[in-house]
C-alpha cells in the first residue's frame, strides 16, 4: 500500500478521516480511482455521485470491511485499524437486521457488539425507541416491522454507543417526510454534539441543508470537494427566479437564457455565459409585469448533475 500521503493534517485536530490516492477495483472494473478526501471533526459531510460512482466501496473501505488497492486511509488522525470500530457507528444501503429478532433485543445485542454492558444497551435502546416512535414496538419482531421502521432500526443501531464518527449511506431510504425530518433533527443534534457525520445520499436537497462540506464522485474519481458554500460560490449566481405576468418572449432571447424551468407559478432562469442581468430584468419588463426578479445561487442538484454530466478524462 503507498505512503503517499498529499493532505496535510499534521497542523490544527486530526481530521475523522483522511483518505489519500485511495483506488479500489473488482476484475477490471475500477470502483474507485485515486480518491483524496478530508473530513474535519464535528462536521457533516456529504459523499454525494450517481449510482455506481463509488460511494459504497469508499464507506466500506473507510471501515474495514474491504481493504483498498492502494493509497492509505486514516482516521481520528491514526491509520485505520480494528480497533477503530467501536468509535465508529456504520448505517449500510442494504438492511442487515435478524428478521426474527425482537426489536429491543437486537439493538441490545448490536450494543453489545460494540462493547456496551447488557444493562447500559438495554437503557439506550429503550430509550431511543421512545425518541424514534418505535415504543410500543419493541416487543415485536422485526419482520413484523414496516420498511420504514426498520430503517429506523438499523439508525438506532448505528447510532446506540454513541460513536464519534457517524456513517450513513443512503439513511433516509424508506422514510416517509415525517420520519425523514425526525432522522434528521438527530442527525443535527449529534453533530451540535460534536460528533463527525458522513452522509451519502441521492436526496441533493438533504444534502444541501444539512453538509458543510461534500465530495461528488463520478467514475470514482473526486470532480468537486470542499466546503458547500465555497462550490456554491464558485459556480457564480448565475440562476433568476422570476414571476411574472403576461408576454414570456424574453425566455427564448438566447444571448440571455441559456435554459429554463417554467414551474408554472414562476420560472428558474439559467444565464448565458456573459449574459447581464440587468438587460434581461429590462427586456422582461418591457413586455410582463414582473412580481419577482432575483439572482440565486445554482442549486446543489445543478451542480450535481453539470458535474457528472462533464466528459469523463
Known sequence: MSTEAPIDFSSGPANSVVLSSVSKSYDDFVAVDDLSLRIQPGKIYGLLGPNGAGKTSTLRMMIGIIAPDSGSISVFGEPLRRAHMKRIGYLPEERGLYRKMK????????????????????????????????????????????????????????ILHDPKLIIMDEPFSGLDPANAVALKDVLLELARDGKTILLSTHRMDQAERLCNSICLINHGRAVLEGDLNQIKAAHGSSNVQIKYDGDSGFLQEKRLVQSFNDYGNYVEVRLATGADSQELLRLASAGARLTRFELMEPSLEEIFIDAVNRPHE
Open 103 to 158: 426489536l429491543l433485543d437486537h439493538l441490545a445485542f448490536l450494543a453489545r457488539l460494540k462493547g456496551l454492558a447488557g444493562r447500559e444497551a438495554l437503557t439506550r435502546a429503550r430509550h431511543w425507541c421512545e425518541r424514534l416512535g418505535l415504543g410500543s414496538w419493541t416487543g415485536k419482531k422485526v419482520e413484523e416491522l414496516s420498511k420504514g421502521m426498520q430503517q429506523k432500526v438499523q439508525f438506532i443501531g448505528a
